[in-house]
DNA sequence: AAAAGTATTGCGGGAACCCGCAACGTTGTG
DNA sequence: CACAACGTTGCGGGTTCCCGCAATACTTTT
C-alpha cells in the first residue's frame, strides 16, 4: 500500500512518517508532499491509495487539496490532520467528500495512540473517524443555534467585502433578504447583545465568526479566489 | 541555567527540548510549560534566564504572556519560535521589549541549524537575532507604504467594530480625522483599485490586513480584551 | 381545507459611512 | 518672517446600511 503525507511542518511531517513505518507495516511505501499544491500534484499523478492531509498550508490548502484530489480519484482515503478544530475546516471538508469514501480527521493535540488508531483505522480499514470534540463544534454555537447554509454562504460574502445589493444579484435575491439573512446572521453570532458603544454589524460580524472559528484565514482566501474566478468567467 | 520552554504543539516541545539538551551543555534545567497562562505562570515564579516561547497559544498568546514577563524580569532572555512571519507579531514584539534586553525571532520552517544558533545567541550570549525575512516585512507592503502607528491603531479599533464615533472618542481626535486616517489606511491596503463592483471598505479593510498578516486571530483576541479591560475601568 | 408558521419582498426613514471642499493650526525650511 | 507642507477639524451631501412595518408567497400542522 502507497501512502502519501503532504505536511509542510518539518517536524510534523517527520513524526507522522515514523509512525507510519512503524505502526502500519502494511505499507509499503511513502512519499511526502511539503505543500497542498505539490500534495496535489503526487497525489493525481502517484497511485496512492492513502492520504494524510494537513489542512493549513501555504500555495494550497487541504481542503482545497483533497477537493481536487477527490473530483479524480474519490475512492482515494485521506486522514486530516490539523491543529484546529475550527468549524470553518469541518464545513468545507463535509462539503467535498465524495459518498462512500473513507476519511478522518484527527487533532495534533490528540494522544499518540489515538492518532495511530486513526491511520490504522482510516488508511488500513476505510472507516470513517471523526474526533468527538470536532462532532460536537456545530452544536455548541450560540443559542444552541447552527449557521444555515444560506447564512453561511451570505456570511462567506460579507466576509469578503461584498456590499448588500452585490451579495443579491450573485445570491439571486432580492436585496431585503439578503438583509434579513444577514439580521438571523448577526442574532445568531450574538452581535448586538454586548454592552457599551454600538457596534458596527458588518465588521463586528466577521471579528465574531473568526474568533468563533466559524470562519478562518483559509477559507477566507478560498473565497477570495472563488469569488474572483467566477467573476473573470461571467 | 534554567531555560522554559512555552509551547503548546508536543511535536514541536519535545524536538526544542531535545536540541537544548544535546546542544547546549550549558543549561542545566528546563522546564516546560503548555500553554501562555501557564509559562507566564512558571516564568515569575522560577528564575529562569532564558525562554524559548510559541507565539500562537490558546489562553493566553505568546506576546502577551512576554508582556507581563518582561514588565517584571526585564532582563529576561525570550527566543520566539513561530510559525508566521506575521507583520502584526513583529508590531506586537517591538512594541514591549525592554531597552537592552535580549530577545530573537525564529521561524519554525528555519532548519535545525539556524535554530540551534539563535538559541545559543539569544539565550547564552544575549544576542538580539531577528531572521532576515522578518525584517523585510515591513517595506514590502503595499506601494512601499509602511502603516503609521497612529493608522494601526485605528486598524485594530476598526477591526473590533467600533464605529467612527466611538474610535474618535477613545482616540481623542474628532470624528472627521478618524475618517481621514481611515482613507490613508483604505490607501495603503490598496483598497478601492479592485475591478468589478464596489466593495464595503471597512470589512474589506480588515479582509485585507487578515490576508496580507497586518492583523492575525491574536492580535484580535488581544484588541478585544484590552477593549473590554478598558472599558469597564472607565 | 383551514390555520398557523416561516421565508421573501417592497417601502421608508433614521443612522452611519465615505469623502470633497475649505479653514485652521503646527512644523520646518529658506 | 514668509512660505510651503502637512495634519486636524468642520460642513454638507450622496450612498450604504440597519431595521420596523406590512403584504405576499410557500410550508407545515391540524
Same mark, same amino acid.
Given at each position: ?17 515514523? !509512525? ?12 511526502? =508532499?511539503?505543500?497542498?499544491? @505539490?500534495?496535489?500534484?503526487?497525489? &493525481? ?12 498550508? @501555504?500555495?494550497?490548502?487541504?481542503? @482545497? *487539496?483533497? /477537493? ?16 484546529? =478544530?475550527?468549524? *470553518?475546516?469541518?464545513? $468545507?471538508?463535509? /462539503? ?21 488508531? *486513526? &491511520? %490504522? =483505522? ?8 471523526? $474526533? %468527538?470534540?470536532?462532532?460536537?463544534? $456545530? /452544536?455548541?454555537?450560540? %443559542? ?14 460579507? !466576509? ?20 434579513? /439573512? ?22 463586528? !460580524? ?29
Amino acid at each position: 500500500m502507497k501512502v502519501l503525507v503532504v505536511e509542510d511542518d518539518q517536524y510534523h511531517a517527520r513524526y507522522i512518517l515514523d !509512525a507510519i513505518s512503524e505502526e502500519l507495516p502494511e505499507v509499503t511505501e511513502t512519499m511526502h =508532499a511539503i505543500n497542498g499544491l @505539490d500534495g496535489e500534484a503526487e497525489a &493525481l499523478a502517484g497511485s496512492f491509495e492513502g492520504i494524510v492531509m494537513d489542512l493549513q498550508m @501555504d500555495l494550497r490548502n487541504g481542503i @482545497d *487539496a483533497a /477537493r481536487t484530489i477527490w473530483s479524480r480519484k474519490p475512492e482515494t482515503r485521506i486522514l486530516f490532520w490539523s491543529n484546529y =478544530a475550527d468549524e *470553518a475546516y469541518l464545513r $468545507g471538508i463535509s /462539503r467535498i467528500v465524495p459518498p462512500n469514501s473513507a476519511y478522518g480527521y484527527v487533532l495534533k493535540t490528540a494522544s499518540s495512540s489515538r492518532l495511530k488508531l *486513526a &491511520l %490504522r =483505522a482510516v488508511l488500513l480499514e476505510g472507516q470513517i473517524m471523526v $474526533g %468527538r470534540e470536532l462532532d460536537q463544534l $456545530g /452544536r455548541q454555537n450560540r %443559542r444552541g443555534s447552527v449557521l444555515e447554509e444560506s447564512e453561511y454562504a451570505i456570511l462567506l460574502d460579507l !466576509a469578503l467585502g461584498l456590499q448588500d445589493k452585490t451579495i443579491a444579484k450573485r445570491q439571486n435575491l432580492s436585496l431585503r433578504t439578503v438583509q434579513n /439573512r444577514l439580521l438571523s446572521l448577526y442574532d445568531k453570532l450574538g452581535i448586538g447583545e454586548e454592552d457599551g458603544p454600538p457596534l458596527n454589524k458588518r465588521v463586528r !460580524a466577521l471579528n465574531c465568526a473568526l474568533r468563533n472559528k466559524v470562519l478562518n484565514l483559509q477559507v477566507l482566501e478560498s473565497a477570495e479566489m472563488d469569488y474572483e474566478n467566477r467573476r473573470k468567467t461571467s
